[in-house]
């Protein structure tokens, strides 16, 4: 299942989140109230195999005194609609799970947990707390990380290269296709790009606007340059050389007699069990990989390298983003309910159960420094590590991006992809759509 309103990074966790039971509750009460002996709250979510509801019970177990009622509504448009329809009623949830793009809109409404930050700040991994500011202000914890790019496939790389494949000895466009070529040789398809709308849009295109500086603010004025028509793609040395590296992709490509297919899982399906040696996708593919029956056991992730400098933004890093925070009601809410929505907050991130059920119930990857548990998911160390060493693209902007991005460029991605436009006719696409933006 994929989202299908935002910006689509969240795509990738609602297929994570494929096994929802969609089950608002029409009783449930979203506003928080007081009880007698303790306090009650609410929290939004989307409760994937029961995961939050065992935390609840867990929680409540150990802290009987605050109550904590769940409000499970379905991943996608309508797990946004339903949230908007709280806040238009005003009552709110005290607690919800919400990704960036609705975090921007009701930030207003949202709890500053500056008071907080410092904490979360030492507890996360570096650079976390800084991706997840809303024009510098804190008011969502973040508890999962994404990360994509080029996931490669450890057996079909090292069979054709001879010997053990170190990704970080792939530092510029140049290096790629030499290894490409080498895979190639070796009767392998080099890589697969799956031509959907959503991977082409959001995913690979993004990146374009990610490259442009290691700050969110300076990417954010260079949307509004877009917007304002004064930014010029055709000299624009990061948007070109990822096309130029889209344009090697394409010519390696496992799908290129056929390339908008688009079927996720076939193409994941293909790539786990060693069809290609490079898939462009992230983490998420693991929920589709790791039951296919006789996969290849070793995977990883590397940058997709933008130049033949070594040394240029992007060529040793991976784009990683936080798509969903926890936040908390200040309209509605009272002090002694935000108080307890922070606790649970805090018990869900650190403790051993909350991280178990996190990495190992929902398959994820947790930004936190101390962790307890260790997962299944085998493309997650790789992830972890760019994490750990700082290696990683600031998608900061993503939350910036219009509701229609990747549908619209998506679709303009689509027909490069397939030769229907050159780079000359996906330009003027491209800044027509965003000087479209300009009166929002």
């Known amino acids: 299942m994929k989202i299908k309103a ?29 009880s007698e002996k303790g306090v009650k709250i609410t929290f ?51 607690a919800a799970m919400l990704e960036q793009q609705t975090v921007l809109k009701f930030k207003d409404t949202l709890l500053d947990l500056e008071p907080e930050k410092a904490k979360y700040e030492k507890l996360t991994l570096p650079g976390t707390i800084e991706r997840n500011l809303f024009e510098g202000k804190f008011v969502g914890v973040p508890w999962t990380t994404q990360g994509y790019g080029l996931l490669y496939n450890k057996r079909v790389v090292e069979e054709a290269i001879g010997g053990t494949f170190d990704p970080a000895s792939v530092k510029t466009r140049n290096d790629l296709e030499a290894l490409f070529k080498k ?33 969110v603010e300076d990417n954010r004025k ?24 889209f344009d090697l992709l394409k010519k390696y490509n496992l799908r290129k007699n056929d390339p908008i297919i688009a079927d996720f899982n076939k193409d994941t399906i293909d790539f786990a069990k060693g069809n290609a040696a490079f898939y462009f996708m992230g983490d998420w593919a693991w929920s589709v990989m790791d039951p296919v029956e006789g996969r290849d056991k070793q995977f990883g992730i590397m940058p997709v390298p933008i130049s ?34 922070k606790q649970f907050f805090e018990w869900m991130v650190t403790s051993e159960q909350g991280q178990n059920s996190i990495i190992s119930k929902m398959g994820l990857i947790m930004p936190y420094k101390d962790l307890k548990v260790k997962g299944t998911n085998a493309i997650s160390p790789s992830i972890s590590n760019y994490v750990k060493e700082g290696k990683v693209i600031n998608l900061g902007m993503f939350k910036f991006l219009p509701g229609d991005h990747y549908a619209k460029l998506g679709a303009s991605m689509q027909k490069y992809l397939i030769n229907k436009i050159d780079r000359k006719g996906f330009i003027k696409e491209m800044e027509s759509y965003w000087k479209s933006q300009a009166v929002n």
């Not at 297929?15 to 608002?24: F, G, K, N």
């Not at 040789?185 to 031509?195: E, F, M, R, S």
């Not at 509004?224 to 130029?244: A, I």
């Open 44 to 94: 939004y979510t989307v409760d994937q195999n029961n995961a939050f509801s065992d935390l609840v019970k867990a929680y409540q177990q150990e802290r009987p005194e605050v109550k904590i009622e769940l409000l499970n509504a379905q991943a996608g448009t309508d797990y946004i609609q339903k949230y908007e329809a709280l806040q238009a009623s005003s009552n709110p949830p005290t």
């Open 222 to 245: 260079f949307l509004e340059g877009l917007k304002k028509g004064s930014v010029d793609l055709s000299g624009n040395p990061q948007f070109n050389g990822l096309l130029d590296t």
């Open 183 to 215: 895979v190639e040789a070796a009767g392998k398809a080099p890589v697969l790009i799956h031509g959907s709308d959503w991977s082409l849009g959001s995913h690979y295109l993004s990146l374009a606007y990610g490259l442009q500086s290691k700050k």
């Open 308 to 341: 033949n400098n070594p040394d240029d933004y992007g060529n040793q890093e991976i784009p990683v983003l936080e798509p969903f925070l926890y936040t908390i009601d200040k309209t509605r809410a009272t002090p002694e309910q935000q108080e307890a929505a």
């Open 6 to 34: 935002g910006i689509k990074l969240g795509v990738c966790t609602a297929l994570l989140l494929s096994t929802v039971v969609a089950c608002s509750n029409k009783d449930a009460s979203p506003g928080a109230a007081q």
